[in-house]
């Protein structure tokens, strides 16, 4: 019966994986078109990639990116930068995220303060 309990809990509680989503928190990155990663504490997660070796984008990544405001992203140039966000995803738990659900921005000054991140990549 416990058995049971368990896996109807997981499989409310994860996605098709049977892991559980999980809030990441960090520098949201767009260093190139169609390039796009969420740098935290514990890594550099892969989004969307230009190159096809490295697998298929996050379900989700195209209708949940975060909207960020120009005032709160640093942008090179080029409308390319990166800002400060939190998404609900599901990872392969190395260093892609697989599915987005959700999404939240935050102000960059969350990121910079945050002594746990480091500099945004690219």
Do not use: F
Not at 8 to 30: D, M, P
Not at 42 to 63: C, V
């Amino acid at each position: 019966m416990r058995y049971g309990l368990l896996s109807v809990a997981l499989t409310l509680l994860g996605s098709s994986s049977g892991y559980a989503s999980e809030q990441r928190c960090g520098w949201y990155i767009n260093p190139t078109p169609g390039n796009l990663w969420l740098q935290d504490k514990d890594a550099l997660w892969g989004i969307t990639s230009q190159m096809q070796s490295e697998g298929p984008d996050a379900i989700g990544a195209d209708d949940k990116a975060p909207q960020m405001n120009s005032k709160e992203y640093m942008d090179k140039g080029t409308g390319h930068g990166h800002g400060c966000a939190c998404l609900t995803v599901d990872t392969d738990h190395k260093d892609k995220i697989t599915r987005v659900y959700s999404e939240r921005t935050l102000p960059l000054a969350k990121c910079k303060e945050d002594k746990t991140l480091p500099e945004p990549a690219g």
